[in-house]
C-alpha cells in the first residue's frame, strides 16, 4: 500500500469482492495528483486519461502488482498480486489515536444486550476473540509473528476479511471514515472466518504456515478493531 501510496499519491480504494481477485480503484488522474506523483507540470493539463496512463506504467513497475487497467474516464483499475500483503500494511501503519477519556462513550452501540443481535457486541467481542485466538495459538505451538506467510490467506473466508482491512487506509484520510459501520463489517468477516476457516489447529490437527497466517491477520483484525473503537469514544475491552 505505501508503495501505491507513492505513486498514486493518495491511497487507492478495494473494489468488488476479491473472492477470486484482488482489485483497487484509483481516480488520482482525475484529482490532480500527477505532477506530485512524478509527472511534469505540463502534464497536468492533459486528459485525465493520459494522465492515467502515465501512472499506469509506474504502477506496472511497482513489485506485487499483477495487472493495471486504465478506463476512458481516467479510472486507474490495479490489480494485486497477494492480497494478504494488506495484512503487514496494517501492523506496520502508525496508529495516531488517543486514548478516549475515562468514561467517554459516543459509539452508535449499547454495551448490551451481549447478543449477536447487537452490533456492539460483536465487535468487542471481535476485538476480544483476536486476542484469545493469538493466546490460543502460541500454546498450541502456532509460530506466529511476521513471518506469516501472505500469500497462503487465499480461501473465500480469508480473502472476505482482507477485502474489509483493505478499506482502512482510505478511511483514514476520509472526512467521514463511517467507523462504526466498518468495525461491524470487519467483525461479521472476522468472526465468520474464524468459525468456518480456523485460525488454530483442530483436534490432533498439526499447526501449520495457514495458522499462523491466520493468526497475524487476527492481529491485524484486532489492530483496526481497537483503533476504530477508540475513535468512537469506547475503550478496547480487556475481556467479555
Known amino acids: 500500500m505505501e508503495a501505491l501510496c507513492g505513486v498514486l499519491g493518495e491511497p487507492p480504494v478495494p473494489q468488488g469482492s476479491w473472492e477470486r481477485d484482488a482489485w483497487f480503484v484509483s481516480t488520482a488522474a ?7 506523483a512524478g509527472a511534469t507540470p505540463r502534464a497536468t493539463a492533459e486528459a485525465p486519461a493520459e494522465v492515467a496512463e502515465r501512472l499506469a ?12 487497467d486504465v478506463r476512458p474516464n481516467g479510472f486507474l483499475v490495479i490489480g494485486v498480486a497477494t492480497p494478504g500483503e494488506i495484512v503487514e ?3 506496520a501503519a502508525p496508529v495516531a489515536v488517543p486514548p478516549p477519556p475515562p468514561g467517554a462513550s459516543a459509539a452508535p452501540w449499547p454495551d448490551f444486550p451481549r447478543t449477536w ?18 493466546r490460543w495459538a502460541r500454546d498450541l505451538g502456532v509460530r506466529t ?8 490467506l487465499d480461501g473465500p473466508f480469508d480473502r472476505a476479511v482482507l477485502r474489509v482491512l483493505a478499506e482502512l487506509p482510505s478511511r483514514r484520510e476520509s472526512r467521514d471514515p463511517g467507523w462504526a459501520a466498518y468495525l461491524e ?9 474464524v468459525e468456518r476457516a480456523a485460525p488454530i489447529p483442530r483436534g490432533d490437527e498439526p499447526p501449520s504456515e495457514l495458522h499462523a497466517a491466520r493468526v497475524r491477520m487476527g492481529e ?6 481497537g483503533e476504530g473503537l477508540v475513535e468512537l469514544g469506547v475503550a478496547p475491552p480487556g475481556k467479555i
Request: glycine share 8%; net charge positive.
Open 117 to 134: 443481535d447487537n452490533p456492539g457486541f460483536a465487535v468487542r467481542y471481535a476485538y476480544v476473540r483476536a486476542g484469545a485466538v493469538r
Open 185 to 193: 463489517r470487519l467483525a461479521e468477516a472476522y468472526h465468520t472466518a
Open 145 to 152: 509473528g511476521a513471518a506469516a506467510r501472505p500469500e497462503l
Open 220 to 225: 491485524a483484525v484486532r489492530r483496526v478493531l
Open 57 to 68: 506504467a509506474r504502477l506496472r513497475a511497482v513489485p506485487g502488482i499483477r495487472r493495471v
Open 89 to 91: 500494511d496494517v501492523l
Open 30 to 36: 482525475l484529482r490532480g495528483t500527477a505532477e506530485a
